[in-house]
């Protein structure tokens, strides 16, 4: 079954503390991307991977890195966690067409319910 | 700026009562317009793509169409498992590889 999968799915953690979250996808996508869901703002974008080593930054990176070593992970790191990080997480792919430089729609996981305390 | 806007924030039908959700954009160059559902925390789930205006998408009871300046999703006879928030997304020419801009969503609520 085609599907990406984040880990953990809830958390219940305290400020100042290191979290990765793990994004895996399965459809061998070259696009991968990070976004955060909160009430009123939607979804923002925090991250997003053209292909394995190729990263850049969306509109909400402050306070996260990623890393892309392979073409089905994309971690997401907290690495000191603030309150403003309280969120709902989601990790997505997309295949990408490379001659006609666009993505095709894009696949989303379950989601990380994060809580700073 | 691009922008894309979605009417109305939340919407409440009777069972078998027709009707339609709006998504307008104002974006440099679309590259695709994307509709989305979502369930209480979990992830959107993909719909419908739309390319270009006059093009429409249909699965079981929803209905996409695309204009120049908008999108409706049209929900034909709705049942109660049809309740979720549904989402409109954009991809322009112009940003960053691929990213999303979402609109806020609608939230459909379907009572039998």
């Known amino acids: 079954e085609a599907q990406v999968t984040q880990n953990p799915r809830y958390l219940i953690t305290v400020t100042g503390k290191k979290l990765t979250v793990t994004c895996s996808q399965n459809?061998?996508?070259?696009?991968m991307s990070w976004y955060r869901q909160d009430p009123g703002l939607g979804l923002r974008q925090i991250y997003y991977?053209?292909?394995?080593?190729?990263?850049d930054k969306g509109d909400v990176p402050e306070g996260y890195k990623v890393s892309r070593k392979e073409k089905r992970n994309f971690p997401l790191i907290l690495e000191s966690l603030s309150p403003n990080q309280t969120s709902l997480y989601f990790c997505?792919?997309?295949?990408?067409?490379?001659?006609?430089?666009?993505?095709?729609?894009?696949?989303f996981g379950q989601g990380t319910r994060l809580t700073v305390v | 700026e691009d922008q894309v806007t979605q009417s109305p924030e939340a919407l409440r039908l009777q069972e078998g009562e027709s009707s339609s959700l709006n998504c307008s954009y104002t974006?440099?160059?679309?590259?695709?317009l994307f509709w989305y559902r979502q369930d209480p925390g979990k992830g959107p789930e993909f719909l419908f793509t739309?390319?270009?205006a006059g093009e429409e998408k249909e699965k079981e009871r929803l209905k996409a169409t695309l204009t120049k300046k908008e999108s409706f999703l049209h929900i034909t006879a709705p049942k109660p498992e049809d309740s979720a928030t549904y989402l409109c997304?954009?991809?322009?020419?112009?940003?960053?590889?691929?990213?999303?801009?979402f609109g806020q969503g609608t939230e459909l609520s379907v009572k039998p």
């Open positions: 997505a792919s997309s295949l990408r067409r490379q001659r006609f430089n666009m993505n095709t729609e894009a696949f």
């Open positions: 459809m061998n996508h070259e696009y």
């Open positions: 991977s053209m292909n394995v080593e190729v990263t």
């Open positions: 974006v440099s160059g679309l590259r695709g």
């Open positions: 739309l390319y270009s």
């Open positions: 997304a954009v991809r322009t020419v112009y940003n960053q590889g691929g990213k999303l801009i």
